[in-house]
Each structure stands twice: as structure tokens, then as C-alpha cells.
């Protein structure tokens, strides 16, 4: 018995052994498992996990693309500027710092207190300080103070188009205009940068940290050209002086393809200090904010009736000398008219020839004439916050509505829209979509996107109807016309003037001070261009209501200056074909282009003081044989009979004036 429990005893030790031994291998081999899932399977997240405990990530703005003008004039930039930083816990002396910085900083003590009083590792004193303060701070050697090279923005022309181009926050984002709208091609790829934490969780000095290289942000290519919103808002500004305007607008747009050449808004403003002017001054009104369009409404009134057969520009309205009642409101005009016909009513601005124009329209042909020409949609144009302005259903217009609206009352236009729609009638009957920025580029010059101009191309009305328009608004500017403020000399001008009262949204009724005095007009451009259009625009005026006193002479000078420098020449190609034709004309009746022969006529008035006779219905041999010798330059155009005449008959004829024939056959 003791022999077989001896040897179970030892059977049992052996089996004890074993156990032991597997045991321990079993331990080792969960801790090899274990220490191969941690060092091998979960490696990345644990370093993650490590730098993150170890590590601070610091985000540094990166490099903004640049803006630059048509010509490639840089209108916005990016330079190299220092911003200041501080590790709290490494300040000894709180207050005493606090003191210091704020005598070179635009900073309270107290406000630089609660950041040096923070208990975060890392805190932001200032973004972007000055050179001057940046050697001024290092010079005071506080622990604890450091700097970080970052990029801001700047615009280098200051205030030129400062409403257009928008600003960027603090952390280099765009806030307002092109900045905002084409952030994403402008804002690159942020720089980070890791800061060593020590084991008080304290930042190390950062003289060898780690980084994250950003990219640099794409160059965007704007239509405005510099030069030409130079001019523009030199021009402007001095229009809402001379006026004692309280705000301006003026544009210039190329009308074939939509391309905005400037733009530009009174009061002005430096988006490189935007937080010194008021949130109102920052806004674009030329495509935010919506306007009663007056008179300069008138003209798509007509265009509508041209459009749909019921008038021809012959057509006669009574003008009701100066009063006409309807659906119980009287409508004035401001001269008093009997019967015009359909250009004198442009050409005059009638507001009682445009009521009844359009009462023969009818309520639906001219709304959906106006829908036709953008009126109540977006345009479309590149730039943040366009407003669609107002076209009420037709359904819910009064026979009054319908008359107000045909002269530019009770309908509300962004001023970018009514540039689309005249447009329009210099390009031919095209509805072409504005826009701001031609192409976006890489650092490599390659367009990551480039405007297209047939995409936002439509017809809205036959070239016929644009042709008999545009001749209509030439008629403005003549003497007798709402604009000759607004002639070019040696130039064609076509325009209308506007001066709308303004509504006063507290006594619910339209003022009878405050007005919006405009003028738009198309002029010629150079050859691989359309016409330019210019609008012009004041807000309540004081020395004049009327645009045609007011805003047309802003116009004229933006024109004169506009052409010059784009080298169109004087009176080109027109006015060469109607100097040819004087000459064809006095060689048909034998008389010399600089001198007339002995044997012709003279007439009988001296002509600094005589007095314009009607040559209606006669010839240019008439014209030339009565005055043998003009008394200036004289412009034909086409052929057949005198149909109309400048100077009008009964004027004065005035010495170095010249004249203008309007020819037409009798077919």
C-alpha cells in the first residue's frame, strides 16, 4: 500500500509540474500575443494616441492665391507677416507683462491679461502685429513670448474696389466679395505645425519643430481692369460731390460678353482696415440691394410693344398735356406734351406716353416681355448674396400697377440686372450673363476653370426691335432731348436717363425729396469688342433730381475717358462713312470739298446768328446749295429724303456745330 501511494504521490507531482509549466507558457505566450497586438497590430493608433499626449497641432494660415485684374495688376496679395503666441504657464509676472505688451499693442493690459491668465498651453496674443511691434516685443525678452511667420492679406490699391473684392477674417477666410465667393480656389492648404510638449504638458521652445508643408492658394483672373475702375470711381466720386449726393454707383460692362470692367460704389472703403467702416459700406449694392428703376425702365415698355406688333415708333399717343387719370391716381409728366409718337415719348420720357403703351400691350405681354429680359430672376452673376428683385405675377397687377410699372414705379431691379437687360439692346437681342472672375490658375499657370461666355448666352428679342430701340435712345442726347449732358463728342451715344423717387418705408408712400437720379447709355468700344454699357447712378441728389443734370454729365466724362484710353477713335467708322458721303454729296452737285465755287448759292443768313431752316423731304444737294459754305462738319446717314435734321428747325445755327441728316427712301 505505502508502495503504490508513493508512487502516486509522484505522479501527482509530475501531473503538478506539467500544469505549472503550461500555465507558464500559456501566460508567456498571451503576453508575446499581447505585446504583438500592441507593438504590431495597434501601432498606429497608440503613436497617434502618443503625439497627440506629446504634441500640440498648431494651424498656420497658408499662402493665399492672389487677385488679379484683366491686365494681371495685382488688386490683392499675400505677404510674410509675424504673429505673436504665449505659453501661460512659462509667465512669472503676469500683470508686469500684460503692462508692457499693451504699450505696443492696440490692447487693453487687461485683455492681454486674461490670455497671459489662461490655462491653455498655447494662446494667441495677436495675428499679423507690425514690423515696428514685432522688434519692440522681442526686444522686451519675455519667457514664454514667442513668434509664428504666417501670410496676411493686403490690397495694394487700397480702397479700388473694395466693395468688389471683399476681405478675409483672422484666419485668412474670405468674409465678403470675390474673397468669399472664390474662397475655395484662394485658400490654399493650411500649414500645421507641431509644438513638443515637455511632462508638465509645457511647450517646448520651437526652433526644431516638426511641420506639415501647406499649398499655396490658385490665382483668380477678374474682368474689372484697373485703369478703368480707376476712372470710374474717380469720376463718381466727383459726380456725388458736385450733387451732395449721400451715395453713388456706377458700372461699365462690355455688352457682348458680360465681362464687368468696373464696379464701383461711394463711400468708399479700405478692406485692408474694413473693421474701421460700417457693415452698410461693405456691400455691393450693385447686386445686393434693389432699386425702383424709373425711366430707365421705359425703354422695355416700348420694346415690349415693338416686340409684339402694337406700335411702330411712328406710332401717336396723346400726352394729355402733362395729366392723365387712371384707375383713380393722375399721372404727371414733368413738361407738358400733346402728341408724341413713340421716340419722342423715349426721347422725352412720358410717363403718360408709356402708361398708354402699355395699356395697348396689356398686363401679360409686358410681363412676360420683362421675364424675357431677366427681370425678377438672378442674372447669375459670380458674386455672393444676388437679390432676384421684384416682378409680381401679372394676375395680381391693377390697371394703375400696369402703369406704374411701364414707367419704372412699383417694380424693384438689381442695378447689374438692368445692365444685362440693356445690354441686350446694344448686342442684338442677346441676354448674356455678367460675370466677375475669366479664369482661376494654379501655380503652374494650368486654368483649373475659366468662364464660358456661350453658356450664359439667350435671345430675348429680335435684332430688329434692338435696332429701333437703341436709334430711339440716341435721340436722347440731343439738344432737346433728357441727356445732351451725356453726348460724347465725336462719339454716338445711346441712353436714357432716370429719376425715381424713392419709397419711404415709414410713411408707406413715396417721398417727395429723395430721388435716384441715373443715367445708362451704350458707347462704341474697340473692334474685337461690343459696345460698352456705363450706368451711373446717385443717391438723392441734392443740387438736381433729374439724372439728366445730375448723373449724364458723370457719364459723358467716364465716356470720354473710357474711350481714350482704350484707343477707340473719334467717331469711327460711322462718322468716316458720313464725311464720305459729304464728299460724294458735293461732288454729285459740283461743289469742293473745302471751298464752294463762285457761281453757288449763298445763303442769305449769316450763320453764327441765322436760324435753322426745315430741310424735311428735301435733299442733301438742297442742304448744300442753300449754305454753299457749312458752317461745320456735316454727318449723313443713309439715303433718299431728309427725314429728320439736327439742329432742329427754328434753332440757331452756331459756327463750328455741326450738322446731322437722317436720310430715308421712300419705299
Avoid at 485683455?111 to 497671459?116: A, D, E, M, Q, T
Avoid at 468674409?175 to 515637455?198: C, P, S, W
Avoid at 517646448?204 to 511641420?211: A, E, F, R, V
Amino acid at each position: 500500500m505505502k508502495r503504490y501511494r508513493k508512487k502516486d504521490l509522484r505522479r501527482l507531482e509530475r501531473w503538478k509540474i506539467m500544469a505549472l509549466a503550461l500555465v507558464m507558457v500559456c501566460a508567456a505566450a498571451g503576453l508575446v500575443s499581447r505585446a504583438y497586438y500592441l507593438q504590431i497590430v495597434r501601432h498606429d493608433f497608440f503613436y497617434t494616441k502618443s503625439l497627440q499626449q506629446s504634441r500640440q497641432a498648431v494651424e498656420i494660415r497658408p499662402e493665399r492665391g492672389e487677385i488679379l485684374d484683366s491686365r494681371g495688376n495685382k488688386l490683392a496679395i499675400s505677404l510674410e507677416s509675424e504673429s505673436v503666441y504665449v505659453q501661460p504657464h512659462k509667465i512669472v509676472s503676469k500683470k508686469k507683462a500684460a503692462r508692457k505688451l499693451a504699450r505696443i499693442l492696440p490692447f487693453s493690459s487687461r485683455k492681454i491679461y486674461r490670455k497671459l491668465a489662461s490655462k491653455k498651453s498655447f494662446v494667441w496674443i495677436e495675428r499679423d502685429v507690425l514690423p515696428g511691434q514685432a522688434e519692440k516685443i522681442k526686444k522686451l525678452h519675455l519667457k514664454g513670448v514667442g513668434f509664428v511667420k504666417e501670410s496676411r492679406r493686403f490690397y495694394p490699391n487700397r480702397e479700388l474696389a473694395g466693395q468688389l473684392l471683399g476681405f478675409v477674417g483672422v484666419d485668412s477666410r474670405g468674409l465678403e466679395g470675390i474673397e468669399h465667393r472664390y474662397d475655395r480656389y484662394l485658400q490654399g492648404k493650411k500649414n500645421i505645425v507641431f509644438l513638443e510638449r515637455d511632462a508638465r504638458r509645457g511647450i517646448l521652445d520651437p526652433g526644431d519643430l516638426g511641420s506639415v508643408e501647406g499649398t499655396r492658394g490658385k490665382t483668380v483672373i477678374v474682368t474689372i481692369d484697373r485703369s478703368i475702375q480707376h476712372t470710374v470711381e474717380q469720376e463718381l466720386a466727383r459726380a456725388v460731390a458736385g450733387s451732395g449726393a449721400k451715395r453713388g454707383l456706377a458700372m461699365v460692362m462690355d455688352v457682348e460678353s458680360g465681362a464687368v470692367l468696373a464696379m464701383s460704389q461711394y463711400p468708399f472703403f479700405n478692406p485692408n482696415s474694413f473693421t474701421s467702416s460700417k457693415p452698410y459700406i461693405w456691400r455691393n449694392r450693385a447686386v445686393v440691394d434693389m432699386i425702383e428703376p424709373g425711366s430707365t425702365f421705359k425703354v422695355f415698355t416700348v420694346a415690349a410693344a415693338l416686340d409684339q406688333g402694337v406700335v411702330t415708333p411712328d406710332t401717336c399717343f396723346d400726352c394729355e398735356q402733362g395729366k392723365y387719370r387712371i384707375g383713380g391716381r393722375t399721372i404727371h409728366d414733368t413738361h407738358k406734351h400733346g402728341k408724341l409718337n413713340v421716340t419722342e415719348i423715349v426721347k422725352l420720357s412720358s410717363n403718360i406716353g408709356c402708361s398708354k403703351i402699355a395699356a395697348r400691350l396689356g398686363k401679360q405681354g409686358l410681363y412676360d416681355f420683362l421675364r424675357r429680359c431677366g427681370f425678377g430672376s438672378r442674372t447669375g452673376i459670380d458674386f455672393p448674396g444676388e437679390k432676384e428683385g421684384m416682378l409680381r405675377d401679372w394676375h395680381r397687377w391693377r390697371d394703375v400697377d400696369l402703369s406704374n410699372i411701364s414707367f419704372g414705379q412699383g417694380v424693384g431691379v438689381t442695378p447689374v440686372q438692368l445692365m444685362m437687360a440693356y445690354a441686350a439692346l446694344a448686342n442684338g437681342g442677346y441676354l448674356v450673363k455678367p460675370y466677375l472672375v475669366q479664369a482661376v490658375v494654379n501655380e503652374n499657370g494650368w486654368k483649373v476653370y475659366e468662364h464660358h461666355v456661350a453658356s450664359g448666352r439667350r435671345r430675348a428679342f429680335s435684332p430688329k426691335v434692338a435696332r429701333q430701340v437703341s436709334a430711339m435712345l440716341e435721340t436722347v442726347v440731343d439738344d432737346d432731348g433728357t441727356a445732351p449732358k451725356a453726348r460724347i463728342p465725336g462719339y454716338r451715344v445711346a441712353g436714357k436717363t432716370g429719376t425715381s423717387q424713392k419709397y419711404d418705408s415709414k410713411k408707406k408712400k413715396y417721398s417727395r425729396k429723395n430721388y435716384l437720379a441715373s443715367f445708362i447709355g451704350f458707347i462704341p468700344a474697340p473692334e474685337n469688342h461690343g459696345k460698352l454699357l456705363v450706368y451711373v447712378m446717385l443717391d438723392e441728389p441734392r443740387t438736381s433730381i433729374y439724372g439728366g443734370m445730375v448723373a449724364a454729365p458723370a457719364f459723358s466724362r467716364i465716356g470720354q475717358r473710357l474711350l481714350a484710353y482704350l484707343n477707340v477713335e473719334p467717331s469711327s467708322r460711322v462718322m468716316l462713312a458720313a464725311r464720305e458721303s459729304e464728299k460724294a454729296a458735293k461732288r454729285e452737285v459740283g461743289i469742293s470739298t473745302s471751298i464752294a465755287p463762285k457761281g453757288a448759292k449763298k445763303s442769305t443768313l449769316a450763320v453764327n446768328t441765322g436760324i435753322m431752316p426745315d430741310f424735311s423731304g428735301r435733299s442733301v444737294r438742297d442742304v448744300l446749295a442753300y449754305f454753299g459754305t457749312l458752317p461745320g462738319s456735316l454727318a449723313i446717314h443713309g439715303s433718299g429724303k431728309i427725314m429728320k435734321q439736327k439742329p432742329l428747325p427754328g434753332k440757331r445755327i452756331v459756327a463750328g456745330v455741326g450738322m446731322e441728316f437722317v436720310l430715308q427712301t421712300e419705299n
